[in-house]
Structure formats: structure tokens, C-alpha cells
């Protein structure tokens, strides 16, 4: 028979006598359930993620969009057509309205049938009319517009207005359009019409420079492959339109909402490490005797090395596969829950989370049991007549080497987060050791302190057993402070930094940007502005210029490969200045410019798009004269405060001949600030309001349904979090069994063991308590400013509530092992028969 049918055989009637005899129990559920939990935590964490993408889609008018400088190539059309995908055709340019003596600056929108094909299109018949869902776009030679465009020009509904050479009927007021974002051309009055109209209207012409856009939607394979075919033919002047290009205020809170999902998972995944290393430790403790006694009769290390690997293997594959099972049959009934709470069907979901369940089974069995394990074929046949003899020591190096990096491995694979799977996975192992590293330091310093007690007997007989226990102590002070942590851990996450994250939209965030103030009118608009309950409204100026050139070098968008560079490079900049470093901006580099300088501080992402550094020249073009500044600092903008923010800030004295215009953001309340708007807009008719009321709505829902999908999943981890405490005290309880079984042979009567027993598990909880509140908020912290991105308080309660669980579970679990030895005989327990 071949040497590896003959190990193979040998595993499967290894494991089927271990399983027949009951010893794979506690491992075998510890890896289901683990499987279960990762798969179903997997399954719905993926589907909430594809209805968040689905949904975000509806943000940008179709699942697919493709901006060009140029009209879209016909082979586009062709190719989303043979897929059976349906399309629409946007172009976007400023130009100009009137009616009679009136004109106003617009931006113009032309589409063609079916718009939009994601997000729903709301109109109303009357300024003041309710808005309805449009199934479809403006009727042949009507447009529709924005309300206060009414307002400049002094028209109404059914009214024409003048566009180049063309005159539109007004046939609605846009209440809502849904791929509207915040670029410079979208904050002017929108005026939205057919493209069939527009070759009547003579604005289009050769050299002229329009936005040209192609939305696409269909079946996810479809789009998913048009995306990839459009991708290997994209030229200059065109780009695939994401979130973060087109919509970045939705795109940062749809990022969080994945990172939240993404980091319950990876601590299921912890808990699972967790319960299975604490259940092979039981398995390997448990199967010393009989190792020793397959040495005796013959078997070779080599031989028993495979068995194990073998009947290991193949539990696993087993478990991994009934662990799949039970987590895609508890997440569907999960879904119905959340879909329920959410207000909306999930799209099903992929073969990814099976196939992480299965190698997630694999790789904490292999990875956490290996390392107990790894000295059992080296059991010495001697131990047969000598059970006490103490094992010959094994180098578990590799073996653990082996298990944390086979667990990082898997934490990068689910979130494809370098950081986050650093910060989750690296935060444990480190936690681990730290644990180990300070209970070996408490219980020595115990060891001399219960040397030094004069009184209470209890005291000192618990003191002592732990340290003549001094490695099970540890290790049961480790599990429970690992247990603990997690769970303080999703519970800080569950209040805390949901908390943090919703603080980052606050209330009375800015819901309206006014632009297009003039020098004169400062005062005056922001008179109007206090008067009508406003209080201190910031004028920023903005001046348009343009990057000609960088360390005296001209700049050309042919020298930069990054798509976002380019575009950059080739669209003039909104420069303002300022003399203070505004609130919601942070130095992070070099330093605030001197406003008497000729300084810029420049964002830091585009700093980085451009690679600028400090102390590099910049050059623009502002109205034909050249305004030369050094880059002083790098800026940190929080693009949540949905202020008026810029990429680049000069100094004043740099700026101080510049053409400018003026720009603030306010928060309006209906309720305090009634028609402040049209008042305005009636007082200085040259203003454009600017309400992004909805984006923030938007951004608010998302955010409402991810903390909803977390608490759920936060529900989900705690129940297999439950696991590993449970694991952690009941892996202990032989040696307690027999220990307790020869006190009570040496005359220890029941009352005397509780009470001994209850002080040693209080010292143990107290201690895990705290030990694993440091870690749930050191690495809490962590994650909320390297990967969440929002400041976390100091919270009071995870050490009260630590060394509450600690001594709650420790008590509990000790009274449910002195339960079971004091019904067991102590001659019983001393033979092994218990």
C-alpha cells in the first residue's frame, strides 16, 4: 500500500475514533460555528456592501459613468448596445438665459431619452408646488429649471426663455435632480432640455468646451463588462465617473459605511481564532496519554505527524463546508430582518463569502491548532508509566509563526485594507502577548503577596493555586482578556464610533452655498444675513486661476499619468485667501503662510496628485497677470464640514490686486430663516443660492442605513463572541476537575472549595477586565484615526464595564465547574474515569 493512502487511512480512523469518542466536540463546534459566523457575517456584509454600490449608483444617474471632453465614440453606443445595456447622453456647459433685458448665468443640460436611468428625477408644477417623481426628461422644446432662476429672469411656469438662438417653453421647477454634484459648473441655476433641442439653440460649435457624459445601467455582469472593455480603450479626455471624482461628499461616507462592515467581520474572524486555539489546546491536552501509547507500540513521528494533519484536514474541510451551509441558511433569514429595517431588497449575493468561510475553516484550524498540536508526535512512550512526567519542550516558533501570519493573510484577503487588517489583526496578536507578558507579571507579584498575608485563608489557597497553576492561569487570563476585548470592542464601535462618525455630520452643518457676491455688496450681505438670524457668516473671496507652471517649469498634462493630474493641470483652480488657517483645516506639513508673504498652503491630496512639495513654486495665471507663491505647508481638509473649502489658500498680499468674487456657506432652517433665500435673491438678484439641502440628505440616509446594518451585525458577533468566553473556561476544566478531586480527597469540604474557587475566579476576572478594556480602547483609538478619520473620546465606562464581565463570567463559569465536581466522586476524578 503507498506510504500516503496508508497516513491518509490512518487519519480518517484517527478521527473517526476521536469523534466516536466524543473528543473533537468542542473543536468541531468551535470551527462550525466559527465558519458559520465568519460566512454569514461574510454573506450579508456582502450584500449590504453591493446595495450600498447599487444605491450609490442612483447618485450618479446610471451604474456606469464614462465624462469625456469630446462627443462619446460611436463604438461606445455599439458596444453597450450588443450587451443589451440602456444609455443616455448628457452634455453640460455654462451659458447664458434671458428674457427680455434680463440674462443669468446657467448651466446648461441637454439629455436624451430615458434620464435618469438610476435615482428618481423630482419636479414640481409651481415654486411652491409639491414634488413629483419625473419617469422621463423635459418634453421637444421645453426645459425645466431651477426655481430661482424664475427669480432672476421674472418669469413663470409656462413662461419661454432664450437660449442662444432657440426659445423654450418652462414646463417644470427642478426639486431635485439626482447625479447633480458640486463642480463649479453644477452651482449656477441649472436649466435642463432635450438634445434634441440643442442643435436649434447654435451653442454648440467646433472648439467649444462641453462636457460630454454617457450613463449606462443594466444587468451588474453586463455593466461590469462594458466597464472593462471601455477601460482598455479609453483616450485622453475620457474617464470612467466614480464616486469619488463625481460625488465626493457621498463617496467618504460610503468608504466608513464599508469600513464599519468590513471591521465586524474581522472580529468575528478574531473570535474564531480565539474559541479554536483554546479548543485545540483542550484536544492536544487530552491526547497526550494516547500518543504515548501509539510511540510505545511502534508509530514513528513522521507517521503520526501525517496522521494529524490528515484528520485535521479533513475536519476541517468538513466543518468548513457545514460551517458554509449554516451560515448561507442563517443569513437568509438575517436578510429578511434587515431588509426590514432598511427599507429596501438586497441583491444577491456572490460566491466570494463561501469561499472565504472555507478557507477561513482552514486556515484558523491549521493556523491556531497547529501550535498546540505541534508537540504531540513527540510525546514520549515513557509517559505511559509516568503520567506526570513533564513534556520535553517543542519549538512551537514556526508553528506560530505560521498560524499569525496565515491569520493576517486572512484579514487582508476579506478587507483588502493594508491598514485596517494591520490595525484589527496586529492589535490582537500584539494584545496577546501583552496579555501573556503582564498576567506572568501580576501572578508572580501575587505569588509575594500571598507569602506576606497573615490572615483569610481563602485569600491565600486561591493565590497559591494560581501560582502553582501559574502557565493554565495565564493562559485562561489571556482567553478571557482576548474574549473581553473583542467584546468591548464592537461595543465601543456599537456607541463610540458610530458616535464619532455621526458628529461628523452635525446638525446644523452648512445646507446652502452663496456664491457670486461682489466687493460692494460684503457688508451688506452679511447684514441681511444677521439680521435674519445667521450668525457670523464667512465671506471667503474666490479668484479663478490657472497652473501655468511649477518650480518655473510649465506644466503640461502630457507629463502626469494619473487621470485625476491631468484633469487638474488642464481646468483652472478656486484660489482664495485667507489670513488664519480656517477651523476646518489642519497643517501637515511645513507651516500656515505668512499673510504678507507671497505663500500658498496647498491641499494635501493634491499636493500628492501633483507631487508638490513644501518649498516648490507655483505659478498661476490669474487674469492675465502671473502670481508667483512658494508652498509653505500642506492642508488636511475636512470636506465633512461641507464649508467653503479651497485647494489652494495664498496669502492675501498675493492676491491683493486679484479680481474676486465672494462665497460663504449658512445653515437655513425653513423654521427660523423662513424665505430668507428668495429674499436675498429679490435684494442682490445677482446672487446664486446654492442648496445642497439634499446632498446632505443623502449622505445622512447612507449613513442611517450602515449604523443600521452595523448594530445588526454588532448582535451577530457578540453571539459567537459568547463562544470564546465559554471556550476559555471550559478548556480549563479538567485540570480543575482533578485538581478540586484531590483537595477533597485530602478532607476540603464543599464550602471551603466554593469559596476558594469564587475568590481565585474573581482575582481572574477583575483582571481580564481590565487588562482587555486598555486594549478594546487603545485599538479603538487606533482605528478611528487611522482608519475612520474622526477624533474618539476617552469613554469612562469600558473599565467599569470590563471588570464587571471579567468578575460576571469568571463567577458564572467557575460555579458551573464546581457544580460538576462536586457531584463527581473524588476517587473517580483521581483515576481519569470522570
Known amino acids: 500500500m503507498p506510504i500516503?493512502?496508508?497516513?491518509?487511512?490512518?487519519?480518517?480512523?484517527?478521527?473517526?475514533?476521536?469523534?466516536?469518542?466524543?473528543?473533537?466536540?468542542?473543536?468541531?463546534?468551535?470551527?462550525?460555528?466559527?465558519?458559520?459566523?465568519?460566512t454569514a457575517v461574510g454573506f450579508l456584509a456582502d450584500r449590504l456592501d453591493r446595495a450600498l454600490q447599487r444605491d450609490s449608483g442612483q447618485l450618479l444617474g446610471g451604474d456606469l459613468a464614462i465624462d469625456a471632453d469630446a462627443p462619446i465614440p460611436a463604438e461606445f453606443l455599439r458596444e453597450a448596445a450588443e450587451r443589451r445595456l440602456r444609455v443616455v447622453q448628457t452634455l453640460q456647459f455654462p451659458s447664458m438665459a434671458s428674457s427680455g433685458e434680463h440674462a443669468q448665468l446657467v448651466a446648461l443640460k441637454a439629455v436624451t431619452d430615458l434620464y435618469p436611468l438610476r435615482g428618481e428625477l423630482r419636479v414640481a408644477a409651481a415654486p411652491d408646488g409639491a414634488a413629483q417623481t419625473a419617469g422621463h426628461g423635459p418634453a421637444p422644446g421645453e426645459a425645466w429649471v431651477d426655481g430661482q432662476?424664475?427669480?432672476l429672469l421674472g418669469l413663470n411656469v409656462g413662461d419661454r426663455v432664450a437660449v442662444g438662438d432657440a426659445h423654450l417653453k418652462i414646463g417644470r421647477i427642478i426639486a431635485y435632480e439626482p447625479d447633480r454634484g458640486m463642480r463649479f459648473i453644477n452651482v449656477a441655476p441649472r436649466l435642463l432640455m432635450r438634445a434634441d433641442d440643442l442643435p436649434a439653440t447654435g451653442l454648440v460649435a467646433p472648439g467649444s468646451r462641453i462636457s460630454h457624459q454617457l450613463l449606462v445601467a443594466g444587468e451588474a455582469g453586463a455593466v461590469d463588462g462594458f466597464r472593462s472593455w471601455v477601460e482598455r480603450r479609453l483616450q485622453r479626455g475620457q474617464r470612467i465617473s466614480t464616486l469619488e471624482s463625481s460625488r465626493p461628499e457621498i463617496q467618504r461616507t460610503l468608504a466608513r459605511a464599508k469600513n464599519f462592515l468590513l471591521l465586524v467581520a474581522m472580529l468575528t474572524v478574531v473570535i474564531a481564532a480565539?474559541?479554536?486555539?483554546?479548543?485545540?489546546?483542550?484536544?492536544?491536552?487530552?491526547?497526550?496519554?494516547?500518543?504515548?501509547v501509539m510511540r510505545c507500540l511502534g508509530a514513528r513521528t513522521r507517521q503520526l505527524s501525517a496522521m494529524l494533519w490528515v484528520e485535521f484536514t479533513v475536519l476541517g474541510l468538513a466543518a468548513g463546508a457545514a460551517g458554509c451551509v449554516a451560515g448561507f441558511l442563517a443569513h437568509q433569514g438575517l436578510v429578511a430582518i434587515v431588509s426590514e429595517w432598511l427599507k429596501t431588497s438586497l441583491p444577491d449575493a456572490g460566491a466570494l463569502p463561501a469561499l472565504q468561510g472555507l478557507a477561513a475553516g482552514l486556515l484558523l484550524l491549521l493556523g491556531f491548532?497547529?501550535?498546540?498540536?505541534?508537540?504531540?508526535?513527540?510525546?514520549?512512550?515513557?509517559?505511559?508509566?509516568?503520567?506526570?512526567?513533564?513534556?520535553?519542550?517543542?519549538?512551537?516558533?514556526?508553528?506560530?509563526?505560521?498560524?499569525?501570519?496565515?491569520?493576517l493573510l486572512l484579514l487582508w484577503w476579506m478587507s483588502g485594507d493594508l491598514t485596517l487588517s494591520f490595525i484589527v489583526g496586529g492589535g490582537f496578536l500584539a494584545s496577546a502577548l501583552a496579555f501573556a507578558a503582564l498576567a506572568w507579571a501580576l501572578l508572580r507579584a501575587l505569588d509575594a503577596v500571598r507569602k506576606r498575608l497573615a490572615g483569610s485563608p481563602s485569600l491565600r489557597f486561591a493565590l497559591a493555586g494560581m501560582a502553582r497553576r501559574r502557565g493554565l492561569t495565564v493562559t485562561q487570563l489571556c482567553a478571557l482578556s482576548m474574549g473581553l476585548m473583542i467584546l468591548l470592542l464592537l461595543a465601543l464601535m456599537r456607541n463610540d464610533l458610530l458616535r464619532g462618525w455621526q458628529n461628523t455630520l452635525p446638525p446644523d452643518a452648512p445646507n446652502t452655498f452663496v456664491i457670486n457676491i461682489q466687493p460692494d455688496q460684503r457688508e451688506a450681505v452679511v447684514q441681511a444675513l444677521g439680521a435674519a438670524g445667521v450668525a457670523d457668516?464667512?465671506?471667503?473671496?474666490?479668484?479663478?486661476?490657472?497652473?501655468?507652471?511649477?518650480n518655473r517649469q510649465p506644466v503640461d498634462a502630457d507629463h502626469y499619468q494619473d487621470d485625476r493630474a491631468k484633469r487638474m493641470v488642464d481646468r483652472e483652480f478656486n484660489l482664495s485667501h485667507a489670513r488664519a488657517l480656517p477651523a476646518s483645516n489642519r497643517i501637515t506639513a511645513g507651516r500656515w503662510l505668512d499673510p504678507d508673504g507671497h505663500e500658498v498652503a496647498l491641499e494635501s491630496g493634491l499636493a500628492k496628485t501633483l507631487g508638490i512639495a513644501v518649498g516648490d513654486t507655483m505659478s498661476f495665471d490669474v487674469?492675465?497677470?502671473?502670481?508667483?507663491?512658494?508652498?509653505?505647508?500642506?492642508?488636511?481638509v475636512d470636506?465633512?464640514?461641507?464649508?467653503?473649502?479651497?485647494?489652494?489658500?495664498?496669502?492675501?498680499?498675493?492676491?491683493?490686486?486679484?479680481?474676486?468674487?465672494?462665497?460663504?456657506?449658512i445653515h437655513l432652517d425653513p423654521a427660523r430663516h423662513g424665505d430668507l433665500g428668495q429674499r436675498l435673491l429679490r435684494q442682490f438678484p445677482n446672487l446664486t443660492l446654492f442648496d445642497i439641502g439634499s446632498i446632505l440628505g443623502q449622505v445622512e440616509h447612507i449613513l442611517g442605513r450602515a449604523v443600521q446594518a452595523v448594530q445588526f451585525l454588532f448582535i451577530f458577533a457578540v453571539l459567537a463572541g459568547a463562544l470564546v468566553l465559554g471556550a476559555s473556561l471550559f478548556s480549563t476544566r479538567d485540570e480543575r476537575m482533578h485538581e478540586v478531586a484531590i483537595l477533597r480527597a485530602l478532607g476540603a469540604n464543599a464550602r471551603q472549595l466554593k469559596h476558594a474557587l469564587r475568590v481565585e475566579l474573581s482575582i481572574i476576572g477583575a483582571m481580564a477586565g481590565l487588562m482587555a478594556a486598555f486594549a478594546a480602547v487603545g485599538v479603538a483609538a487606533l482605528l478611528a484615526h487611522y482608519v475612520f478619520d474622526f477624533p474618539l473620546g476617552v469613554p469612562w465606562w469600558p473599565w467599569a464595564a470590563g471588570m464587571?464581565?471579567?468578575?460576571?463570567?469568571s463567577l458564572a463559569g467557575g460555579g458551573a465547574a464546581l457544580a460538576g465536581v462536586l457531584k463527581t466522586p473524588p476517587l473517580a476524578s483521581l483515576r481519569g474515569t470522570s
Open 4 to 38: 500516503f493512502l496508508s497516513h491518509f487511512l490512518l487519519g480518517l480512523r484517527a478521527l473517526r475514533r476521536d469523534w466516536r469518542s466524543g473528543e473533537l466536540r468542542l473543536l468541531l463546534l468551535a470551527l462550525i460555528l466559527a465558519v458559520a459566523a465568519v
Open 149 to 151: 432662476l424664475l427669480n
Open 274 to 292: 480565539v474559541a479554536i486555539a483554546l479548543a485545540a489546546r483542550r484536544f492536544s491536552r487530552r491526547h497526550h496519554d494516547g500518543i504515548a
Open 369 to 407: 491548532a497547529l501550535p498546540p498540536l505541534a508537540g504531540l508526535p513527540r510525546v514520549p512512550p515513557i509517559r505511559v508509566l509516568r503520567s506526570d512526567l513533564p513534556l520535553s519542550p517543542v519549538r512551537r516558533g514556526p508553528a506560530y509563526a505560521m498560524g499569525a501570519a496565515a491569520f
Open 537 to 550: 457668516p464667512v465671506l471667503a473671496p474666490m479668484i479663478r486661476g490657472r497652473l501655468v507652471a511649477i
Open 623 to 636: 487674469a492675465g497677470q502671473s502670481v508667483e507663491v512658494t508652498v509653505s505647508g500642506l492642508r488636511k
Open 639 to 665: 470636506w465633512d464640514s461641507f464649508e467653503a473649502n479651497f485647494f489652494a489658500l495664498l496669502s492675501p498680499a498675493a492676491l491683493r490686486d486679484a479680481p474676486a468674487t465672494y462665497i460663504t456657506s
Open 804 to 809: 464587571a464581565a471579567g468578575l460576571a463570567v
